[in-house]
């Protein structure tokens, strides 16, 4: 288990999401309403589009290119069900983000 | 002579994932991986949907297009290219996204072709076939890269000139291939093509390419076509009225248009009527005057929202026709009606 630090909640605000280069991963975090940070795979498990660059309504993330719909909470497919993200550990200590690129690695689901 | 081209010199490519694979002197990554049976990922083949990032560690390569409308700015600042607009200048080494689910299409080869006929579907859409010297191998919905011969004297000058045109008959091995190519004002390639090929005109084809082709899946169909769109999707229904189990299999077709005199599915779909279990067409327009239209009226999406398919969930549905159009059809599809994404083939051009 490494822990890095990425970024702070100053800087990702309730309802943000962005994406970051960790270790070997590119990574998306997103600071949920309510309070929650989710870690999850950069890239859509299902082609080469970055997930920062959909729609996020609530906890549920839909990606911009074939509309595939995500729950964040759950990191599974809402549509498809089939479909599964990678979630890695975070651990918020007071302002700092810190995550685990080495908790999970990133899924690939076949259309 | 355009074929030799391809063969001159060849470049070797090495992926992430230490596999490699030769890449002719002016052929794009992604063509040469497609040709190598390398299946990386992409959909338009023409830079404009950003399915074949790449990022690249080793070498230079030179651009089809210097801003494809498939690279954001954050892709720019990562440094990630589009494999169909990167033509390698020389060995290089890159990661490439392999698509898990290997490909029933067969490799795009380069072919010379001749224009043996021409017909006026409508006032703005013409059907051309083009006869090859070899076999005619795609899958129906798929498409060509055309270029007119005069205008590739060099592998980037074909690069830079064709055009993705969906073929509209079926693989064949008498070496036929048909388009349906819409007159676009100020389109170089497909007003020139619209407009001046006639018997005789020399054309190249790079093909086959796209991924929205008849899956063999056995369940009913939905076709949704607009405009230059029909080709794929007559493609597709012929395929299916092709099919051993057809007398089983139903169709449903929409075609959308703008007035009267865009109106042209109908022989292609009746075509395929007998051999199915049922067929129909319905027919949309979204301009027609009241006095020379008496059927439904909107756009495409806003009658499939109105139009009750009691088994839509269960369909596959296959999707082609101008951006805004499959757009809009996709959403209602996948976001409000909850279809499965994976029910609805479709390759993005935008």
Not at chain 1, 36 to 57: D, M, N, R, S
Not at chain 1, 70 to 80: E, H, Q, V, Y
Not at chain 1, 101 to 108: E, F, L, Q, R
Request: net charge negative.
């Amino acid at each position: 288990m490494a822990f890095e630090l990425v970024t702070t909640l100053d800087e990702l605000w309730e309802g943000d999401m962005e994406s970051f280069d960790v270790g070997d991963k590119e990574i998306l975090l997103i600071h949920l309403e309510g309070g929650e940070v989710i870690a999850t795979q950069a890239i859509c498990p299902h082609q080469q589009f970055e997930l920062v660059e959909g729609e996020l309504k609530n906890a549920e993330l839909t990606c911009k290119a074939h509309l595939w719909r995500f729950d964040l909470n759950k990191c599974a497919g809402i549509n498809p069900a089939h479909a599964k993200l990678a979630r890695y550990p975070v651990r918020v200590d007071g302002d700092s983000i810190y995550v685990d690129p080495d908790g999970d690695t990133p899924k690939i689901a076949h259309s | 002579m355009v074929e030799s081209a391809l063969t001159a010199r060849t470049a070797k490519v090495v992926t992430a994932d230490s596999g490699q694979f030769a890449c002719a002197e002016g052929d794009t990554l992604l063509r040469a991986a497609l040709r190598a049976g390398v299946a990386a990922t992409y959909e338009c083949n023409s830079g404009g949907c950003g399915t074949c990032k790449f990022t690249p560690s080793e070498g230079k390569f030179e651009q089809v297009q210097d801003e494809p409308n498939g690279l954001t700015e954050r892709d720019h600042r990562k440094g990630r290219m589009l494999a169909c607009q990167s033509v390698p200048t020389g060995d290089c080494t890159v990661s490439l996204v392999l698509d898990p689910e290997a490909s029933r299409a067969p490799t795009p080869q380069v072919r010379n072709g001749v224009v043996v006929d021409r017909r006026e579907l409508t006032y703005d859409l013409t059907e051309l076939t083009v006869q090859t010297h070899r076999p005619a191998p795609f899958l129906p919905g798929q498409f060509a890269m055309v270029s007119l011969a005069h205008k590739a004297a060099d592998p980037m000058a074909r690069l830079k000139a064709e055009r993705a045109y969906s073929m509209s008959n079926l693989p064949n091995s008498d070496g036929i291939w048909q388009f349906q190519i819409k007159e676009v004002p100020g389109g170089a390639v497909s007003g020139h093509l619209a407009r001046t090929a006639t018997e005789g005109t020399r054309l190249v084809l790079d093909a086959p390419y796209g991924h929205a082709y008849l899956k063999d899946t056995g369940r009913d169909i939905l076709c949704i076509a607009g405009g230059s769109g029909l080709a794929p999707m007559v493609s597709v229904a012929r395929g299916l009225s092709e099919r051993a189990d057809a007398q089983e299999r139903s169709l449903l077709f929409f075609y959308g248009g703008r007035a009267v005199r865009d109106l042209c599915a109908e022989e292609f779909v009746t075509e395929a009527a007998d051999r199915l279990h049922d067929v129909t067409l319905v027919e949309v327009l979204s301009e027609a005057e009241p006095d020379t239209w008496a059927g439904l009226t909107g756009f495409v999406h806003e009658v499939l929202e109105r139009y009750e398919i009691p088994d839509l969930l269960r369909r596959d549905i296959y999707i082609a026709g101008p951006p805004a159009m499959t757009d809009a059809v996709v959403r209602l599809l996948v976001l409000e009606v909850q279809v499965s994404a994976t029910n609805v083939y479709y390759d993005r051009f935008f």
